[in-house]
């Protein structure tokens, strides 16, 4: 980890219809810094995940990525979004391409790769989650754990300078969260940005250099990942951990 | 007029008119229904395209076009282009079939454009969500993601909207085009066996539209195992 700051967020605000789910949220994520964000369901980790690569427009506040703010007009968040790889809950992988296709699209199709150099990126990053053997297959083939390590290395095909995660393992058998884990926990042991909005508190305390509990749309607490867990200072975070540790 | 005598009147009219019918009635049917198939698809993937324009106008423009076709009758629209498609184009000297066609692509187009733009929305939002999180422009997301997708939604639709279309394109008849319907008017005009050629003009439609239909079902069920 770093002191260069990649992402920073000021006064964050977003609201669907009449109900407030961001109230204004600042963070900073250090180069290099793993990032776990727990919470109670509702609470805004996903929305806050999203406003991070405008997947979801923030109402106010800034979203400064790399020195830039990118939620403001005239900014070609498309460009900002090619530094910045997403794994969802549902995967998203794309079932009419081929796994070797899911992964060489975005590269070949923005010109950041030859077409010869992302079939031999992509070999290598299905080499190394295990899926090589599966290039020419269908995502349908596919089991959970498998469409997940996919959606990953998808993401990771782009290079990207952060990695966001989406509570990556919520929609997955639990035999299958263990494989899915350890492609994530391997990219951080590589120095990656990471922000994962997780439900996993064992691997968010084992990962994690830092862990942000949010609520109601608002950071209530954040710190080292022993502190926040064994001793939670504001009572909101001792209740919910109460509840699910 | 006993079972014997229908049957036999048919088996005679089939003898005597079977051309008018099979090779004149069925051509200009399925003529009508292709060149509507057809030029109604691309106008409908025009209007689908412009229904997402990020211009109010446009869209407002488009959803006034589609809804106002959608709910006005066929046969009257049909009468709109029979009279004011050639007083548009005078120097063209359009005749009939082509005012017809124009009648029949303009309410198509309308209904593909539906079925084309429910077929795009069918496509998960997470798929654009994934391709833009990817740094896809909104383009590129939907040439690459959404579209390849959709058309699995969109194919069999449009295979059915051929056979309807086949059954509409009967109103023509009242113009006289020389589909189907018009052989079944001139054949009754002929001989005054109006049940007896009904019958045969039904049978017809009915070959054209059912084995149409198997198909498009066949097809469907081919796009569905490829998922």
């Known amino acids: ?245 | 007029m006993t079972f014997t005598t229908v049957f036999q009147n048919i088996i005679k009219l089939l003898a005597k008119y079977w051309d008018v019918f099979l090779v004149k009635g069925v051509s200009v049917t399925l003529a009508l229904s292709a060149i509507t198939v057809v030029f109604g698809a691309v106008l409908g993937a025009l209007l689908a395209l412009m229904r997402r324009s990020h211009l109010g106008v446009i869209r407002f423009l488009v959803t006034a076009f589609v809804e106002f076709i959608r709910g006005t009758p066929m046969l009257l629209q049909l009468y709109v282009g029979y009279f004011i498609v050639p007083l548009l184009f005078p120097a063209l000297e359009i005749g009939t079939f082509a005012s017809i066609s124009v009648a029949l692509v303009i309410n198509s187009g309308a209904y593909v454009s539906e079925i084309i733009r429910s077929g795009i929305q069918a496509v998960d939002i997470g798929q654009t969500e994934a391709a833009r999180s990817l740094g896809l422009t909104k383009g590129m997301t939907m040439r690459k993601v959404v579209l390849p997708q959709a058309v699995k939604n969109i194919l069999p639709a449009l295979g059915n909207e051929f056979v309807t279309i086949i059954k509409e394109t009967s109103l023509a008849s009242t113009f006289f085009v020389g589909d189907l319907m018009t052989s079944y008017l001139i054949v009754k005009g002929a001989t005054y066996l109006a049940f007896e050629s009904l019958i045969i003009v039904g049978a017809i439609y009915f070959v054209l539209t059912f084995s149409l239909s198997k198909l498009v079902g066949a097809f469907e069920r081919r796009l569905k195992q490829s998922d």
Do not use: W
């Not at chain 1, 830039?68 to 794309?94: A, E, L, P, S, W």
């Not at chain 1, 053997?133 to 269908?138: I, L, N, V």
């Open chain 1, 1 to 245: 980890m770093t002191d260069t700051v990649l992402i920073e967020t000021r006064n964050l605000t977003k609201s669907f219809g009449g109900l407030q789910v961001l109230k204004g949220v600042d963070i900073q994520v250090h180069q290099g810094e793993a990032i776990a964000v727990i919470g109670p369901s509702g609470g805004g980790k996903s929305t806050f995940l999203r406003c991070l690569n405008l997947l979801e427009t923030p109402d106010s506040g800034d979203v400064i990525f790399e020195g830039q703010k990118i939620n403001q007009k005239g900014t070609d968040v498309d460009k900002y979004r090619q530094k910045m790889g997403m794994v969802f809950q549902h995967f998203n992988v794309f079932p009419h391409m081929t796994v070797q296709q899911n992964i060489t699209l975005a590269p070949v199709l923005l010109k950041k790769q030859t077409k010869a150099e992302a079939d031999a990126k992509a070999l290598y990053l299905l080499e190394r989650i295990g899926l090589l053997d599966k290039k020419d297959e269908y995502p349908r083939k596919l089991s959970g754990g498998q469409k997940q390590r996919l959606a990953i290395v998808r993401a990771l095909a782009m290079e990207p300078d952060v990695m966001l995660f989406d509570e990556p393992t919520s929609a997955l058998d639990p035999e299958m969260v263990g494989e899915v884990l350890s492609v994530i926990r391997a990219l951080v042991e590589a120095g990656m940005t990471t922000v994962i909005v997780t439900h996993e508190m064992g691997f968010a305390r084992e990962v994690s250099d830092r862990i942000l509990f949010m609520a109601d749309g608002v950071i209530v607490e954040q710190a080292a990942p022993a502190d926040l867990l064994d001793h939670p200072q504001q009572p909101r975070t001792q209740e919910f951990l109460s509840k699910v540790l």
